[in-house]
């Protein structure tokens, strides 16, 4: 069984208060691309609560299956955040790909043993069968690196993502896979989806109280359930355990209903 160290407990902090709650600007950006009066955005909290339960549900029946997929979506997430980030339309899926693969199989490269803990802790499962296969995405992930920097010499704009990428392995080299995830996705994706959203919504959306108001009640309400579901958890699992369900489950079952309205519809109008 694993300790909760004060390195994983800081890591918890930032992924629950900084990285969990970056997904509450979503009540804003459905308002921005459509979901604007009163019975539209009720629609649009039905469908999100739909899919957000939809997903825990079937991470119960099929862990493994759940956590594959959950691993997927967050590369094309992740990817694409970063991608928007340089500005251009060129380059689309490899620097999406590249970023992706980047994040989530160099944090595992480096962390082999303790990422599969983690994916122990997450499915109930012994997992460990697949990690036999994962050189195939070790591989890819080297070769897009590779394609990426030789678009760098002809792409001055993604000249800097050749620095964040090497830097970002740094990080995932130096530290163990919750520290590295909580570092990429707290104070690199964050602030690049928020820094994106936050200058269209209250760019063209009128009822800037809303927004505030908005985003403050999903706030509340994902620290509010995290917890409540944490205090559920702990009275039959060890604490570290508990969280470690509480923030990855969590994260993967928003991570659907965020992707869909963000990545699908808002990316196609605000590029």
């Known amino acids: 069984m694993i300790e909760l160290t004060t390195l994983n407990f800081v890591s918890f902090i930032l992924i629950f208060f900084i990285g969990l709650p970056h997904g509450s600007f979503d009540g804003a950006v459905a308002s921005l691309v459509g979901f604007k009066t009163k019975n539209q955005f009720i629609r649009f909290l039905l469908y999100y609560l739909i899919l957000f339960f939809f997903v825990i549900l079937f991470w119960f029946y099929f862990p493994i299956t759940s956590l594959l997929i959950f691993l997927i979506m967050t590369i ?50 012994n997992i460990y069968v697949i990690q036999y296969y994962f050189f195939i995405p070790y591989s890819l992930t080297l070769i897009a690196i590779i394609y990426f920097v030789y678009l760098s010499i002809y792409e001055k704009k993604l000249r800097k993502g050749v620095v964040e990428i090497f830097f970002l392995l740094l990080i995932f080299y130096t530290f163990d896979p ?30 800037k109280k809303f927004v505030i108001y908005s985003t403050l009640f999903f706030t509340i309400i994902s620290w509010f359930g995290g917890i409540v579901i944490f205090l559920f958890l702990v009275q039959n699992l060890s604490l570290y355990e508990s969280i470690l369900k509480v923030i990855f489950i969590g994260l993967a079952a928003l991570t659907l209903p965020h992707m869909i309205l963000v990545d699908l519809v808002y990316r196609r109008r605000y590029k």
């Open 178 to 207: 919750l520290l590295s995830f909580s570092i990429y996705f707290c104070f690199f994706h964050t602030y690049k989806h928020l820094n994106h959203i936050i200058k269209n919504v209250f760019l063209h959306l009128e009822n």
């Open 76 to 125: 094309a997430h992740f990817g694409l955040c970063d991608w928007s980030n340089f500005k251009i339309t060129k380059y689309k899926y490899s620097i999406s790909f590249t970023y992706g693969m980047t994040v989530i199989f160099g944090i595992i490269f480096f962390n082999e043993y303790e990422s599969f803990k983690i994916f122990e802790y997450l499915t109930n499962n």
